[in-house]
Each structure stands twice: as C-alpha cells, then as structure tokens.
C-alpha cells in the first residue's frame, strides 16, 4: 500500500517560515519524481515545485521562486519543502505527489493529474 504523508503545516505570520515534510511508504522512493501542489478555498489546484528522483534537478513556480526549496532524503524516503518569507497568499492546504513516469516536457509535471500517488495534504496559514 501506498502512502505519503505530509507535515509540518500550521500559522506562521507573514515574513516567517515553515517546513513541510512528505514521507513516503510503499514505492521505491528514488525512482519517483517528487512534487509539492498548494489548494487554497475556491481554487484549484496549483503546483508549487517538483524534484527529479536524484535530487539532482528542482524546479519551480514563479511565485515561489527565490523563497521555496525542494528537497529530498532518499535514505529516509522523505520530500521536504522550506518555505522563507512567506506572504498572505501563500495559504493553502500543501499536498505532496509522485510519479514515476519520466517525461521529456517539464510541464507535464505541473498537471496534477499526471501523478500517480497523493498525501492528504497540510493546513499552512500565513497571518498576523
């Protein structure tokens, strides 16, 4: 059985920081492309960032560029994002996803419906 579960949500004020985690079980972890997608109410889901199977290649929104680090642990099977400065918009329920599929074009990978596996998503809110 498949399983990513994510952490670390929660309030932080505007300016502040945050780290989710994902941690996976039940898939040979290293072959997976790694993404991070954000939901906030009323709107769709959108990607944030995404990490090849090595560690060797990150990619990101423009929103989130410059703040946001996507990494992994192939060791302890985990995805993390570190999120600085954050702002009001950036609230949203933060989901982990994998895929195994490699594709050639980049943009395949911010669809959400081209990965294979989901977490159940954590609450981050950024309020004074």
């Known amino acids: 059985q498949v399983r990513l579960v994510e952490s670390g949500g929660g309030l932080v004020q505007p300016g502040g920081s945050l780290r989710l985690s994902c941690a996976a079980s039940?898939?040979?972890?290293?072959?997976?492309?790694m993404g991070w997608f954000r939901q906030a109410p009323g709107k769709e889901r959108q990607y944030v960032a995404r990490i090849s199977g090595s560690g060797d290649n990150t990619f990101y929104t423009d929103a989130v560029k410059g703040r946001f680090t996507i990494s992994r642990d192939n060791a302890k099977n985990t995805v993390y994002l570190q999120m600085n400065s954050l702002k009001a918009e950036d609230t949203a329920v933060y989901y982990c996803?994998?895929?195994?599929?490699?594709?050639?074009?980049?943009?395949?990978?911010?669809?959400?419906?081209?990965?294979?596996?989901w977490g159940q998503g954590t609450q981050v809110t950024v309020s004074s």
């Open positions: 996803a994998a895929v195994a599929t490699s594709y050639s074009a980049s943009f395949v990978y911010t669809q959400p419906g081209n990965y294979d596996y």
């Open positions: 039940g898939i040979i972890f290293s072959i997976y492309h």
